[in-house]
Each structure stands twice: as C-alpha cells, then as structure tokens.
C-alpha cells in the first residue's frame, strides 16, 4: 500500500503544448479534482518543473477522458532519465524511484479534446501490507426530504468511494510517520491499497482519517479510513 502525502505538481511550474483560458493550467494544483485544466486538441503535452531534484516512484491521472499516458522524466541537464507509460485503464503507475528528476512531461492522448483534473506525481510512502479483508464501501450523501404525507424529493449525488484499512504492526513507528504525514497535509492525497493488483480496489484520491493505536504484548494495531473527494 502506497499513499503520495507529497504531491510535487503543487508547487511546480507547469506549462503545456496548448491551452485553454476557460481551463487554465492552475486548475490541476485546485484540490477539487472535477476542476479540470483542458486543451485545445486530442495530443496534449503538459510540463512539469520541479524547481530543484526530486525522487520519483509514482504517477496518478485523476479526473480526465484521456485513454493514453505517457510519462517522461529529465534531469538539470534536460537529459532523459525514464519513459514511464500509465496503465490505461486505472491511468495511474509505481515504479522503481528515479532519481535527480529536474522536470518531467506527461503526454495525455483521448479521444476528444482532452480534459484532466488533479495529476499526482512524486515519491510515495510505503505502508505495511493491511490486514486482510480490504473491502471498497460507497458512501451515500444524497439529500432526501420527506413531507408528512410521505412524498419524497431526492437531491442525488453520486456515491462516494471508502476504502477502510487496518493495519498490524510490532512498531510505532510506522503509525507516528503516518499521523505526522496527515498533520502537515491539509488536502486529499493517493491512496494506492494494491498498487500490484488496481482491479482489486484502484488508486483512490481522497481524504485519510486515522484512529489512534492500540497497543498489546507488544503490537499496535491502527486503522486509516480514506473516503474519496471529488
């Protein structure tokens, strides 16, 4: 289980082949992941510039009607380091880190003029294995109102994505560098559960919540419940 707490797009300078004043480039660093940045053609080509060297192990697409994505990763000396191209389905990828990464491009092919919401890039923490039995829930938020005589108005959204997890471990250490990650980060994060295995539960971008551990003969045991954020 991965969780990207640092996501290097918000402070970096981003550029792109095309844009579009009704979509600015800006929009990818909103939280609100439906707020979206948009080009003017079907091959868009967005640049992302660090500032300084980074440590990259890790790409996620959020909201887009894009259908391939490649990623490429450059040093100071604009020499090319990885090319990286996203599983197209769940649009996400880990990978082995990259070091001494200055800049990278991420290249977004769709069918029609493509659209994107929210990119996540950068080093991702590493989480033990959570106990068994993950299961994805849905949380409902509709409004329903109900009159007394018994007619029913329905404001409907659109269930949100909760993943609960559970973990079990020998130190606390691990629950310390997580609360400290949630303490400093004040914006949904990537949460990947089975970065090896997406068609089990796929990369969710949300908010973490956390219980405090309990500790017995030596083992803590801590839950960490994301729900989606849209």
């Given at each position: 289980?991965r969780?990207?707490f640092d996501?290097?797009?918000?402070?970096?300078?981003?550029?792109?082949?095309?844009?579009n004043?009704?979509?600015?480039?800006?929009?990818?660093?909103h939280?609100?992941?439906?707020?979206?940045?948009?080009?003017?053609?079907?091959?868009?080509?967005?640049?992302?510039?660090?500032?300084?060297?980074?440590?990259?192990?890790?790409c996620?697409?959020?909201?887009?009607?894009?259908?391939?994505?490649?990623?490429?990763?450059?040093?100071?000396?604009d020499?090319?380091?990885?090319?990286?191209?996203?599983?197209?389905?769940?649009?996400?990828?880990?990978?082995?880190?990259?070091?001494?990464?200055r800049?990278?491009?991420?290249?977004?092919?769709?069918?029609?003029?493509?659209?994107?919401?929210?990119?996540?890039?950068?080093?991702?923490?590493?989480?033990?294995?959570?106990?068994?039995?993950?299961?994805e829930?849905?949380?409902?938020?509709?409004?329903?109102v109900t009159?007394?005589?018994?007619?029913?108005?329905?404001?409907?959204?659109?269930?949100l994505?909760?993943?609960?997890?559970s973990?079990?471990?020998?130190?606390?250490?691990?629950?310390?560098?997580?609360?400290?990650?949630?303490?400093?980060?004040?914006?949904?994060?990537?949460?990947?559960?089975?970065?090896?295995?997406?068609?089990?539960i796929?990369?969710?971008?949300?908010?973490?919540?956390?219980?405090?551990?309990?500790?017995?003969?030596?083992?803590?045991?801590?839950?960490?419940?994301?729900?989606?954020?849209?």
């Amino acid at each position: 289980m991965r969780i990207l707490f640092d996501n290097y797009l918000i402070d970096s300078t981003l550029t792109a082949t095309n844009t579009n004043p009704s979509y600015p480039l800006s929009n990818l660093k909103h939280e609100f992941i439906e707020k979206i940045y948009k080009g003017t053609g079907t091959n868009e080509t967005i640049g992302i510039n660090f500032g300084d060297d980074k440590t990259v192990n890790c790409c996620y697409v959020g909201y887009t009607n894009g259908t391939a994505f490649t990623l490429k990763m450059y040093n100071s000396a604009d020499a090319l380091l990885a090319t990286k191209v996203l599983e197209t389905t769940y649009k996400c990828l880990t990978f082995p880190a990259v070091i001494g990464v200055r800049y990278a491009t991420l290249q977004i092919v769709a069918p029609e003029t493509v659209y994107v919401g929210n990119v996540g890039i950068g080093f991702s923490y590493e989480m033990p294995a959570p106990n068994m039995g993950v299961v994805e829930k849905l949380v409902d938020n509709s409004i329903v109102v109900t009159n007394a005589r018994g007619q029913t108005l329905i404001n409907k959204i659109a269930p949100l994505r909760n993943v609960p997890t559970s973990f079990t471990t020998t130190s606390q250490d691990v629950y310390n560098q997580v609360k400290m990650f949630i303490n400093d980060n004040d914006r949904p994060v990537w949460v990947d559960v089975f970065e090896n295995n997406h068609p089990r539960i796929p990369p969710i971008y949300g908010r973490i919540s956390f219980t405090e551990p309990k500790q017995a003969y030596g083992v803590y045991r801590f839950n960490l419940d994301t729900l989606e954020a849209r």
